[in-house]
């Protein structure tokens, strides 16, 4: 158990629909990451906020938001859902920005759209 | 299981022998490379890491090496037991910024671990 818990483990929704998805990180990480993982893009980064402010952007599409709360858990919200938006993201937390490859992944949520 | 990627690469061992898993990886100016396992179901675990100005770092029945010259990355496995199983992922960080959790992953390797 990484510490981290993701919120819904399965999701099904419809295209054009909009999803929102959860994450706690480790108690007393002020990290936080999201990652999409496909079978054909792999582990993508998306996005990463630190104590609340947006640090780091990958390729995440505008219909993509993502926001940390002062309690510091993070939501992942996905609009305007398309048939590719399916794959599991993942929620990664970690204490600081670096200087570390170690991240702390939760178990994912499983977004499929029909 | 989790499938990660239609065409990945795959290392099969009977169980006590030694593993070497390989990358490639693009970017010489990254701090640090890390490997990850993922099992079935679950989210990538950390398992080592190197920073750029390494060349090997062990850990418990793990070592890495990194091999500037040709960018390229390995993990060895000691003694692989079919706990081991998993897809592993390369994975480098950005060179300094503000954010060495936003990793650049590998495509992946299937490790099948046979009793």
């Known amino acids: 158990d990484s510490g981290v818990t993701q919120t819904p483990k399965h999701l099904i929704t419809a295209t054009g629909q909009r999803v929102t998805l959860r994450c706690s990180p480790r108690?007393?990480?002020?990290?936080v990451y999201w990652y999409q993982q496909s079978l054909d893009q792999g582990l993508q980064f998306l996005i990463h906020?630190?104590?609340?402010?947006?640090?780091a952007k990958g390729n995440i599409l505008e219909r993509f938001s993502a926001q940390q709360f002062p309690d510091l858990h993070s939501e992942l919200n996905l609009s305007s859902l398309e048939l590719g938006d399916s794959a599991l993201y993942f929620c990664?937390?970690?204490?600081?920005?670096?200087?570390?490859?170690?991240?702390?992944f939760g178990e994912g949520s499983r977004l499929t759209v029909l | 299981g989790e499938s990660v990627g239609l065409h990945l690469p795959t290392l099969s061992v009977q169980e006590g022998d030694n593993s070497i898993i390989n990358c490639a990886y693009s970017?010489?100016?990254?701090?640090?490379f890390i490997w990850y396992k993922q099992e079935s179901g679950k989210g990538p675990q950390f398992i080592i890491d190197?920073?750029?100005?390494?060349d090997k770092r062990q850990g418990q029945r793990v070592t890495v090496l990194l091999n500037k010259t040709v960018k390229h990355l390995s993990l060895q496995i000691a003694a692989t037991q079919p706990g081991d199983s998993a897809v592993y992922f390369c994975?480098?960080?950005?060179?300094?910024?503000?954010?060495?959790?936003?990793?650049?992953f590998g495509q992946g390797t299937i490790l099948t671990v046979h009793p």
């Open positions: 108690s007393g990480d002020l990290s």
């Open positions: 990664a937390s970690s204490v600081t920005t670096g200087p570390t490859g170690e991240l702390f």
């Open positions: 994975a480098e960080t950005p060179a300094g910024g503000t954010s060495y959790g936003k990793l650049t």
């Open positions: 906020y630190y104590n609340g402010e947006e640090r």
């Open positions: 970017n010489s100016a990254s701090d640090y």
């Open positions: 190197i920073r750029s100005n390494m």
